[in-house]
């Protein structure tokens, strides 16, 4: 049980960093690769950690301390992409979202909500932020995925399939 608080609590440190990084940052973006950077330094430690533990606990002869290291791991690396789409869903404004933040305000009829968007308020962000965070580039007025954006493309519809969903906003 001792290994998998050790991963916990290296596994918010990570998200602790990341975030007090992020709130500091003077560029724009997401920032992901920081994290996968922090995260991946984090494991290393918390490696070190389990070494460490693994070591007192055989010399020591007890078989109360059964070692939980993979187990450990594997939910450690598998919190990485959980805390990724949350921080992800909290920086890109999306329709539904937008909707849901305006209601928050205060109750609205159709056309009331219409008159907040505006087709460039829809497209145009997106296309600058996925340019910035270097998933797509512009050449020529026309857009292509970068192969982090393919890749991420790929992801987005391996979950639609997985999860039986048709596309949304």
């Not at 598998?78 to 209601?103: A, E, N």
């Not at 932020?129 to 519809?157: I, K, Q």
Request: with cysteine; net charge positive; charged share 15%.
């Amino acid at each position: 049980m001792l290994y998998l608080f050790v991963a916990l609590f290296f596994f918010f440190d990570a998200v602790l960093i990341h975030l007090l990084v992020c709130r500091r940052a003077k560029e724009e973006g997401l920032l992901l690769k920081l994290f996968i950077l922090i995260a991946g330094i984090n494991l290393v430690l918390c490696w070190a950690v389990f070494y460490f533990f693994l070591h007192a606990v055989q010399s020591s002869g007890s078989f109360w301390f059964v070692p939980l290291v993979w187990t450990s791991t594997l939910i450690y690396v598998l919190l990485i992409p959980s805390y990724l789409v949350f921080y992800f869903s909290t920086q890109q404004v999306s329709p539904s979202k937008k909707i849901m933040l305006l209601l928050n305000e205060r109750d609205m009829t159709v056309k009331e909500l219409g008159a907040n968007f505006k087709d460039e308020d829809l497209i145009v962000p997106r296309l600058v932020d996925l340019c910035t965070t270097r998933c797509m580039v512009e050449t020529n007025g026309r857009y292509r995925l970068t192969c982090s954006g393919l890749w991420t493309a790929r992801v987005y519809v391996a979950y639609q399939w997985i999860l039986g969903r048709k596309k949304g906003g």
